[in-house]
């Protein structure tokens, strides 16, 4: 089991669909991230929370919203995606961003399709 | 931060054999990070090396760094079949945690 939790499990949508991808944990965390990972790819970074402040958007299209309501949780909101976007989206967090190293805690991701 | 590559591509080894992982990165980095992931899951954070650290183990890990060459070794002693994975490195510059993953090396572990 994760400590960092992420709902749905698997998402199928159509292009004109609008959802909603969840994370969350409890960890006391400050930072969350979202990454996108395609098949046999390795995850790509789309956005990072800094206490619960967009801090990174690594030029992802709009049709991408995230939203962190408070240190816990974080959302990415879907709304008109292309089949190119079915991926893995995973979630992960770490103590904070930018004090030093340290690991980054991942879930085990929301499978995406789109149709 | 920047893009480790990962060397080799794909692995596989018999239960009880070694495995070694390379990677190799650019650029003068802060921290170089190796984490797994299983079929379908999450990745999970294995090791974290600092730049003024040349080795570090955790159990079976063993990593190394050598920040002269650029590169990283990940060892696995005593591979079992349940270390079956992808593994990733990711080598990090500056002050902040953002990661770029390798395309990984796909290691297969045969019972």
């Known amino acids: 089991d994760t400590e960092v939790t992420q709902t749905p499990k698997h998402l199928v949508m159509g292009m004109t669909n609008k959802k909603s991808l969840k994370c969350e944990q409890h960890?006391?965390?400050?930072?969350m991230y979202w990454y996108k990972q395609k098949a046999k790819k390795p995850p790509e970074l789309m956005f990072v929370?800094?206490?619960?402040?967009?801090?990174i958007n690594e030029s992802v299209p709009s049709r991408f919203s995230p939203e962190c309501p408070n240190s816990s949780l974080l959302n990415l909101h879907l709304h008109a995606l292309q089949p190119e976007d079915s991926a893995l989206y995973l979630c992960?967090?770490?103590?904070?961003?930018?004090?030093?190293?340290?690991?980054?805690?991942f879930g085990d991701g929301t499978r995406l399709s789109i149709l | 931060s920047q893009q480790g590559e990962e060397d080799p591509q794909a692995l596989s080894i018999q239960e009880g054999e070694n495995a070694t992982m390379n990677c190799s990165y650019k650029?003068?980095?802060?921290?170089l990070q190796w984490y797994r992931q299983n079929s379908g899951r999450g990745l999970v954070h294995l090791i974290l090396?600092?730049?003024?650290?040349r080795e570090k183990h955790s159990g079976r890990l063993r990593v190394t760094l050598d920040t002269s060459k650029k590169s990283s070794s990940l060892l696995i002693t005593a591979s079992r079949a349940a270390d079956t994975a992808s593994y990733f490195c990711?080598?990090?510059?500056?002050?902040?945690?953002?990661?770029?993953f390798g395309t990984g090396t796909l290691l297969a572990v045969q019972p």
């Open positions: 650029t003068s980095i802060n921290n």
């Open positions: 090396i600092r730049s003024n650290e």
């Open positions: 929370y800094s206490y619960e402040k967009l801090s």
């Open positions: 990711a080598p990090v510059g500056g002050a902040t945690n953002k990661l770029i």
């Open positions: 960890m006391g965390h400050r930072a």
């Open positions: 992960a967090s770490s103590q904070v961003m930018f004090r030093g190293p340290q690991p980054q805690h």
